[in-house]
């Protein structure tokens, strides 16, 4: 069983910064991680993906946080970061991070494992 916890998020004013980490407890991801995010009363929605695949590195993004948004990977430690600048009202949600999806990087129901989300509020 692999373990995925996220830390780094809280409260920030709008524009402001965080940078949220996923510590995997193991290697097990041997394609892909992303984060997803999800708003009270909403579907989880994805937000950043980062795969990786003969040597080479793949990200994508929803294109509601593209340019504000990057994320990044140390193997080394098993952990995967989400730097977003410029944050929003809007972004407001609790953020997830997931492993091993079976298909997509953008569908939250084909991955294989969760964190147990954190928190980002961002006020106007």
């Known amino acids: 069983q692999v373990q995925l916890v996220e830390s780094g998020g809280g409260l920030v004013q709008a524009g402001g910064s965080l940078r949220l980490s996923c510590a995997a407890s193991?290697?097990?991801?041997?394609?892909?991680m992303g984060w997803f995010r999800q708003a009270p009363g909403k579907e989880r929605e994805f937000v950043a993906a980062?795969?990786?695949?003969?040597?080479?590195?793949?990200?994508y993004y929803d294109d509601s946080v593209k340019g504000r948004v990057t994320i990044s990977s140390d193997n080394a430690k098993n952990t995967v970061y989400l730097q977003m600048n410029s944050l929003k009202p809007n972004d407001t949600a609790v953020y997830y991070c997931a492993a091993d999806p079976r298909t997509s990087v953008y569908s939250p129901g084909t991955y294989t494992y969760w964190g147990q989300g954190t928190q980002v509020t961002v006020s106007s």
């Open positions: 980062i795969s990786w695949n003969n040597g080479r590195t793949y990200t």
């Open positions: 193991r290697r097990t991801f041997s394609y892909a």
